[in-house]
């Protein structure tokens, strides 16, 4: 390689695809932020990897993507065998493309990153979205059918990512859900600025091409008896996710105009993003899902992470005149990504840092009119290795609000039709699975378990991997071979 093809980095710097302008977005624009990259543009970013001899980006990446060389053949214009290599390690690409926060894993990684990072992620989109345009699909010709049957418990990433591995393997998966549509989170949490819905109907196109079945509006243990699934099928893989909401226990937080951030989310996903009002609320969220009108009013949104960033860019989008974030730590702390951050701020959204809530204050009618917090200062790290966020006394005051949307996060919680069979959780709700034995497999040796129900609310590339590497687990205790794993020669 020449001297000038080495350094050439520094001519060529990194650029993202156009997004929509701030002013679309502001009154009302629901369509993905980010365009796509073109071929000269997915080149000219590709072109500038180094191909480190240790790539970090890889190593960071939670399924250890293969990078450096899906972007050596992006250069070659071999897009079909990069989406091959995408998917020999990728269940979902497509999807991760677009809502992984890369500049903390692998383009946070990357070499580069002083010089500016390769835009992975949006190669990555521009891989698969094309490959998929063009009519590529995964090729299970040397696949052969072994006769077993799974039912995978959740169309979430997890369990979309399980039933793809199974189908490679010959395994027939059976995905039920108690939603019509697939995508979990995916498909009702994440709004479609970030990821448009027709993404998931894509992916449920090559799912079902590939032998998987879905068998949607099913809740199990109303639906399907337990038992009855159980001695169905030859194993059972959960992926029924976080969606229990930490109560923060703030006085007022039952007051008018107080929402959770997930059924605010959801309801937004069916009746502003373009699709239709499929699917059961679920319970207990009946009485919030009808949504305030935040036409003008001013909202507050407790809690600084990923949601909390699609809670404040929501309510932009819904017409909010004033849209507060209140965290109670500094931004070097805030566990939502930067770029996020960055776009929300771009779209008007302010941000209070080293402000805890106390209470939630009512006016008149039970409606709520602001939160009175704390100014904050970081004392010693917790158990996790995080400082603490310590009250400053006599700094208190309110933040006047019209709505406010509690975002503190999310854990799973044991279904009681789990534990009549024997699976197992923790204290905190999250399914307990490994210990002496294979990885991801319960206390019922017949039940695997992956994603956000065993780890709690986290990436959905982590989801990913979990269910990726949970149907590998299943695939062994069943006996049967996996099939090879797609790769490219590069």
Not at 20 to 26: A, D, F, G, N
Not at 100 to 105: H, V
Request: glycine share 12%.
């Amino acid at each position: 390689m020449s001297r000038k093809q080495v350094f050439q980095f520094l001519d060529l710097p990194r650029t993202m695809p156009q997004r929509i302008p701030v002013e679309l977005r502001t009154s009302g624009d629901w369509g993905e932020l980010y365009g796509k990259f073109d071929k000269a543009d997915a080149q000219y970013q590709a072109g500038r990897c180094l191909d480190c001899g240790n790539p970090y980006c890889s190593w960071k990446c939670p399924v250890h993507n293969a990078i450096p060389q899906w972007l050596q053949l992006v250069q070659e214009n071999r897009i079909e065998e990069a989406a091959a290599l995408c998917h020999s390690t990728n269940p979902l690409p497509e999807v991760c493309g677009r809502v992984c926060p890369q500049d903390r894993l692998c383009e946070g990684s990357c070499t580069l990153e002083e010089f500016g990072a390769v835009t992975i992620g949006a190669v990555e989109k521009y891989i698969v979205d094309s490959a998929l345009a063009a009519g590529w699909r995964p090729d299970l010709h040397d696949v052969q059918p072994t006769g077993k049957r799974v039912a995978i418990v959740g169309a979430g990433p997890a369990g979309l990512a399980c039933a793809d591995r199974l189908a490679r393997a010959g395994v027939h998966p059976v995905v039920f859900d108690r939603y019509e549509q697939i995508g979990g989170l995916l498909q009702f949490g994440i709004p479609s600025f970030k990821l448009d819905k027709a993404v998931i109907a894509k992916r449920r196109e090559v799912l079902e091409g590939m032998g998987v079945e879905f068998r949607l509006g099913v809740e199990i243990g109303r639906d399907v008896d337990a038992a009855q699934l159980l001695g169905e099928f030859d194993a059972v893989f959960l992926g029924t996710g976080a969606y229990r909401y930490t109560d923060g226990g703030l006085p007022g937080q039952d007051l008018k105009g107080v929402l959770p951030a997930l059924p605010f989310l959801v309801q937004n996903s069916r009746i502003v993003g373009g699709n239709d009002p499929w699917g059961r609320p679920i319970a207990g969220w009946e009485d919030k899902l009808a949504l305030p009108d935040l036409n003008g009013k001013r909202v507050v949104v407790l809690g600084g992470g990923d949601t909390g960033m699609d809670c404040v860019r929501s309510a932009v989008r819904l017409g909010a005149a004033k849209v507060t974030c209140a965290y109670r730590r500094d931004e070097a702390n805030m566990p939502g990504s930067a770029r996020e951050v960055a776009n929300a701020r771009e779209e008007g959204v302010r941000f209070l840092f080293n402000r805890q809530p106390l209470s939630i204050e009512a006016g008149a009618d039970d409606e709520v009119i602001g939160v009175t917090v704390v100014e904050t200062m970081l004392g010693e790290p917790d158990a996790r290795g995080r400082r603490n966020a310590v009250p400053v006394e006599g700094s208190e005051s309110l933040l006047e609000a019209d709505v406010v949307i509690i975002a503190f996060g999310f854990s799973p919680e044991l279904p009681a039709w789990l534990s009549s069979q024997g699976v197992q959780s923790s204290d905190n709700g999250r399914i307990l699975v490994g210990g002496t034995r294979l990885p991801y497999q319960t206390a019922n040796a017949k039940v695997f378990a992956g994603g956000d129900a065993v780890r709690g609310a986290d990436l959905v590339v982590t989801a990913v991997a979990e269910g990726r590497d949970a149907a590998a687990s299943i695939v062994q205790w069943l006996g049967v071979e996996a099939a090879p794993r797609q790769v490219a020669a590069a």
